[in-house]
């Protein structure tokens, strides 16, 4: 089965800097989609960024880009220039295309994200 | 496009009542999912349907749960008899199956009192 690995509860990060999300998955297959989602205290989940295996070109989305890493298993998220609006939860989540009629997200835990001014 | 629609978006109730929270999927999507998520659970996923048809619902806390989803563009979640620990936020997403990304409504937060 697949997982999601998120190792850090908490991060903070000074406004104008910026931060490193980590997030690793455990899978045997080689066609799925990895996303990043943002919870900000609004609690409306965003999708943030999403990153296709078979792409070996990292995505990114304006200051949010990934460093995919498909044999170490790993999807890290980076923020540039960290803004207050920045402060939020952010989920990694795993999907999988070869799992037939099951086409549920995988979560990790989250890691809570604090931007200081 | 309005996006997923939960309705209410706040529910205070007593303990042993009834509660039914609402969900209106964006157009066209044809996979539901819904969700809790408590401090001290996280998110969890309840249960979700694939073009009307419950998929998984080994999430369901107990059979005080349940959830239907009558056509493409309405499904419900009811707890009856409703319990204090059932005080969460509760996410209703929807999504195109075969692209898995999926967009959530803003949550429905009920408090059992």
């Known amino acids: 089965a697949q997982t999601v690995t998120q190792s850090q509860p908490e991060m903070s990060v000074q406004e104008a800097e910026t931060v490193t999300l980590s997030c690793t998955y455990d899978t045997s297959e080689s066609n799925y989609y990895l996303f990043w989602y943002k919870q900000p205290p609004s609690r409306q989940m965003i999708l943030v960024i999403r990153q296709e295996a078979y792409k070996q070109q990292n995505a990114t989305e304006n200051r949010f880009s990934v460093n995919f890493q498909k044999a170490a298993k790993s999807f890290s998220l980076k923020i540039s220039d960290s803004q207050l609006g920045d402060t939020a939860m952010y989920f990694c989540?795993?999907?999988?295309?070869?799992?037939?009629?099951?086409?549920?997200?995988?979560w990790g835990l989250g890691t809570s994200l604090a931007v200081n001014p | 496009d309005a996006g997923v629609i939960q309705s209410p978006r706040h529910e205070v109730t007593e303990m042993g009542q009834e509660v039914t929270l609402r969900c209106k999927p964006i157009?066209?999507?044809?996979?539901l999912f819904w969700y809790r998520q408590t401090m001290m659970r996280g998110l969890e996923l309840l249960i979700y349907?694939?073009?009307?048809?419950?998929?998984?619902d080994s999430g369901m806390p107990e059979d005080r749960f349940s959830a239907k989803m009558p056509n493409a563009s309405f499904s419900t979640l009811k707890i009856q008899p409703s319990e204090p620990r059932d005080s969460a936020v509760y996410f209703c997403?929807?999504?195109?199956?075969?692209?898995?990304?999926?967009?959530f409504g803003p949550g429905t937060r009920l408090t059992v009192l």
């Open positions: 989540a795993f999907f999988s295309f070869n799992a037939g009629n099951n086409r549920k997200l995988i």
């Open positions: 157009s066209g999507h044809n996979s």
């Open positions: 349907f694939n073009n009307n048809v419950p998929i998984d």
């Open positions: 997403a929807s999504s195109l199956a075969a692209i898995g990304e999926q967009f």
